[in-house]
């Protein structure tokens, strides 16, 4: 059972705007550590997103934002396009596991 | 530019030792704050971290799977050896390694992955 909990699927229309949810625990993002954001296209390794929380690696669009509150964190996407549906995983580092942990992901499918 | 590949054999018996190698550039890990991570994807399942090993030579495990791993490094030559011991058919996944700055930090660069399918 994944560490950090994200909901197995969401979706939205082109356009429109989509949030993931990832939950964690005190020891992990409710502890202060660090939230990053990864977007898998199926058959491909991952790609990062955001980092620390709200910060968008050269090239990504700024259709892709990153929040962080308390033990939770998002990634909301607006602007929806076909490219966009891809798996979307949180990360983050966990102080009574001592590495790091990974939500569950979240399918992306643009309706 | 950072890349990363993994390498090792696709097919193990159960009850055999993995030994994957990760050969990368762009860095190096003699570099303050770099780290090269180990992680896997099952066939249709979630991201699962494996292990770390940094410029300052601490090494990090998962603890679900800490007693048959070992992570190792050779700066001199850019790689990093991850050993997975006692191997089963439930450890079928891509293996990933992958750059990070700090245990704490983003994984910033990715490796294409390497299938590992466990069989008899």
């Known amino acids: 059972q994944p560490v950090l909990t994200q909901p197995p699927s969401v979706s939205g229309a082109p356009g429109q705007r989509v949030t993931i949810s990832c939950t964690g625990s005190?020891?992990?993002?409710?502890?202060?550590?660090?939230v990053h954001w990864y977007q898998q296209i199926p058959g491909t390794a991952p790609k990062l997103l955001i980092y620390?929380?709200?910060n968008r690696p050269s090239g990504i669009p700024d259709r892709f934002s990153g929040s962080k509150s308390g033990a939770s964190a998002s990634l909301a996407i607006t602007g929806l396009q076909a490219e966009d549906e891809a798996d979307y995983y949180c990360?983050?580092?966990?102080?009574?596991?001592?590495?790091?942990?990974f939500g569950g992901g979240t399918k992306l499918t643009v309706l | 530019q950072v890349t990363l590949r993994e390498s090792g054999p696709a097919l193990v018996k159960p009850t055999q030792t993995l030994t994957l190698t990760c050969t990368f550039s762009?860095?190096?890990?003699?570099?303050?704050?770099?780290?090269v991570n180990w992680i896997r994807q099952p066939p249709g399942k979630a991201l699962e971290w494996l292990a770390l090993?940094?410029?300052?030579?601490?090494?990090y495990y998962s603890t679900s799977l800490k007693t048959r791993l070992t992570i190792s490094k050779d700066t001199s030559k850019n790689q990093v050896v991850l050993t997975m011991t006692n191997m089963d058919p439930v450890d079928t996944a891509t293996y990933y390694c992958?750059?990070?700055?700090?245990?704490?930090?983003?994984?910033?660069?990715w490796g294409q992955g390497t299938p590992v399918t466990v069989s008899s």
């Open positions: 992958a750059r990070s700055r700090g245990i704490v930090g983003a994984i910033d660069s």
């Open positions: 762009g860095f190096s890990l003699s570099t303050g704050a770099m780290c």
């Open positions: 090993i940094d410029w300052d030579d601490d090494e």
């Open positions: 005190s020891s992990n993002i409710g502890g202060g550590f660090d």
């Open positions: 620390v929380n709200n």
């Open positions: 990360q983050s580092y966990d102080s009574s596991l001592s590495g790091s942990v």
